[in-house]
C-alpha cells in the first residue's frame, strides 16, 4: 500500500474533487462518489499515510496524479 504523509482531508477532498469526485454526505467521515466510486475520507489532520494512500488506489488514481491534483 503506497503511503502519502501530511495531507490535511480538506486538501485531499479538493484534489478528489479536481479528479471528478463530488461530496454526498458530510459528518465525521465526508463520503464522495465519481458516480463509480465511492470514497469515505475521515476528518483527521493529517489524514493516516495509509488511509491516504488507500484512498488515492480506490479512486482509481497513481500517487503521481494525485500529488499534481494537490497543487
Not at 464522495?32 to 470514497?39: A, C, N, P, Q, V
Not at 479512486?59 to 494537490?70: C, N, R, S, W, Y
Amino acid at each position: 500500500m503506497p503511503k502519502l504523509p501530511g495531507i490535511s482531508h480538506l486538501h485531499a477532498v479538493r484534489a478528489f474533487e479536481k479528479a471528478g469526485f463530488r461530496i454526498i454526505r458530510g459528518g465525521k467521515h465526508i463520503m464522495m462518489s465519481d458516480g463509480i466510486r465511492i470514497l469515505t475520507i475521515p476528518r483527521h489532520n493529517p489524514v493516516n499515510a495509509y488511509t491516504m494512500g488507500g484512498l488515492v488506489v480506490d479512486a482509481g488514481l497513481t500517487i503521481d496524479q494525485f500529488k499534481e491534483l494537490l497543487r
